[in-house]
């Protein structure tokens, strides 16, 4: 597993990207067509701690929410994130649109799927996805970018991959956040847009 200090981060992160551009161009597409969200397990009170200053010295960092959110947490999240990757239920739309009426800002968002039907995971059923997304759209416009999935470990992502990949397309969403360490570069070959890579980078946790 790699380590974590931070040359060895650099190092990681530079494989990353390399095996990222590999991919896209294997698929036929453009290294620039996928967009790297490096993972870290931070706390949310850390992220709200940190995240400031971090956003005031790289102008460009772009902070996404990806672990399941509580709705109780909907308004940090619409504060500080600029993409909530885990919006999956009617209540934590309510949440949300509350929170951007109150934070004058809106996040991109995108609908996370379960795609496994896996109970302990967060995500919306595939079942009820069509109309959980057009709901979302109804709200939220054009701030509803895409859709996002983990997969079950220890299984084929492909088919995975490949249904959010078409659900995307049938409601004419750009953004797919789908791959992980194990299976980046499965997600990119099936149309990822959006890579979430945490222990590549950060090393085992
Ligand atoms: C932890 C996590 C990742 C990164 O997983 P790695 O296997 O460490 O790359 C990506 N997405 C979500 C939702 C996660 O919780």
Redesign the pocket.
């Known amino acids: 597993m790699p380590d974590a200090n931070d040359s060895s981060i650099a190092d990681n992160l530079r494989r990353v990207r390399d095996r990222i551009a590999d991919a896209a161009i294997r698929a036929g597409r453009r290294p620039e067509e996928v967009t790297l969200v490096a ?1 870290s ?1 931070t706390k949310p009170e850390e992220a709200a701690g940190k995240f400031p200053a971090l956003r005031e010295a790289f102008p460009t960092l772009r902070l996404h929410v ?2 399941g959110l509580q709705t109780n947490k909907a308004r940090d999240a619409v504060r500080l994130a600029d993409v909530i990757e885990t919006l999956d239920r009617p209540r934590l739309a309510d949440a949300i649109e509350a929170a951007i009426a109150r934070e004058g800002r809106a996040p991109t968002l995108l609908v996370e799927v379960n795609t496994g039907a896996e109970p302990q995971k967060s995500g919306v059923a595939r079942g009820d996805a069509d109309r959980f997304i057009e709901e979302c759209r109804a709200r939220f416009g054009t701030a509803l970018a895409g859709l996002m999935c ?1 997969p079950p470990m220890g299984e084929d992502p492909a088919p995975h991959f490949a249904w959010l990949a078409d659900r995307a397309t049938r409601h004419g969403l750009g953004v797919l956040s789908m791959g ?3 299976d980046f570069e499965t997600a990119i070959a099936c149309g990822a847009t959006h890579v ?5 980078i950060f090393g085992a946790r």
């Open positions: 993972v397990k990806v672990g983990v992980m360490s194990a979430r890579v945490g222990s590549a």
